[in-house]
C-alpha cells in the first residue's frame, strides 16, 4: 500500500526557509522510474506544480520559482524534502506531495507565512 | 510554459446527468515517442486530489467506469456518464508532456 504524509512548521515569519519533507511508504525512491513531486493550492485556488526528484537524482524545477527551491531526498528513510527560501505572504498554502504517475497523494500541509 | 484552459469553470448538474469537461492545451501533448500525458483529477472538499484518467482514457484504479477520457493533442474531454452525489467538487486536468508540469484552472461542479 502505497501512502505518503507531508510535515512541515505550520507558520513561520517573511524572508525565513521553509522545509517540507514527505514520509511515504509502498515504494522506494531508489527503484528505477521512481519519482516524487511536491505541489502547492492557496486556499480556494488551483494547483502548482513546484518539483520533482527521480530515483536517480535527477530534479526538475518550477521555473517561476527556481531560484528560491530545493528538493532532495533521504533514500534509506523514504524521505523527499523541499526548501523554499525568503518565504512571503504568496507562499501561503496547502503542500501536497506526490509520486510520480499521479495516483497517490499525501493529504497536504498546511503552511502560513505571516508576521 | 503550456497553458491548459478549461471550460465551463463551473457546471450544476442533478443526478443522473451526463456531463462533459473540456481541457484546451497551448501545445500538443503528444511526445516523441508518441505518449500523451494528460491526467484529470478530481478534488472533493477538503481532499487532496484524486486521480481519474491518466494518459487521456485510463481509467485510474477503483475509478467508477461512468468516468471517461478522451482527446488528442490539444483538445480533452473528460465525460461523466450519470452524475452521482459524490462526484462534486472540482475537476483538474494536468499535463506532464512538457515541462513544467501544469494545471488546469479547474471546474466546480456543483449538484442541483
Known amino acids: 500500500q502505497v501512502t505518503l504524509k507531508e510535515s512541515g512548521p505550520g507558520i513561520l515569519q517573511p524572508s525565513q526557509t521553509l522545509s517540507l519533507t514527505c514520509t511515504f511508504s509502498g515504494f522506494s525512491l531508489s527503484t528505477y522510474g521512481m519519482g516524487v513531486g511536491w505541489i502547492r493550492q492557496p486556499s480556494g485556488k488551483g494547483l502548482e506544480w513546484l518539483a520533482n526528484?527521480?530515483?536517480?537524482?535527477?530534479?526538475y524545477y518550477n521555473p517561476s520559482l527556481k531560484n528560491r527551491l530545493t528538493i532532495s531526498k533521504d533514500t534509506s528513510n523514504n524521505q523527499a524534502f523541499l526548501k523554499i527560501t525568503n518565504v512571503d505572504t504568496a507562499d501561503t498554502a496547502t503542500y501536497y506531495c506526490?509520486?510520480?504517475?499521479?495516483?497517490?497523494w499525501g493529504q497536504g500541509t498546511l503552511v502560513t507565512v505571516s508576521s | 510554459d503550456v497553458v491548459l484552459t478549461q471550460t465551463p469553470s463551473t457546471l450544476s448538474a442533478t443526478i443522473g446527468q451526463s456531463v462533459s469537461i473540456s481541457c484546451r492545451s497551448s501545445?500538443?501533448?503528444?511526445?516523441?515517442?508518441?505518449?500523451?500525458?494528460l491526467y484529470w483529477y478530481l478534488q472533493r472538499p477538503g481532499q487532496s486530489p484524486q486521480l481519474l484518467i491518466y494518459?487521456?482514457?485510463n481509467l485510474g484504479s477503483g475509478v467508477p467506469n461512468r468516468f471517461s477520457g478522451s482527446g488528442s493533442g490539444t483538445d480533452f474531454t473528460l465525460k461523466i456518464s450519470g452524475v452521482e452525489a459524490e462526484d462534486l467538487g472540482v475537476y483538474y486536468c494536468m499535463q506532464a508532456t512538457h515541462a513544467p508540469l501544469t494545471f488546469g484552472s479547474g471546474t466546480k461542479l456543483e449538484i442541483k
Open positions: 526528484i527521480w530515483w536517480d537524482d535527477d530534479k
Open positions: 494518459l487521456v482514457s
Open positions: 506526490a509520486r510520480i504517475g499521479g495516483a497517490y
Open positions: 501545445q500538443s501533448l503528444l511526445d516523441s515517442a508518441g505518449n500523451t500525458y
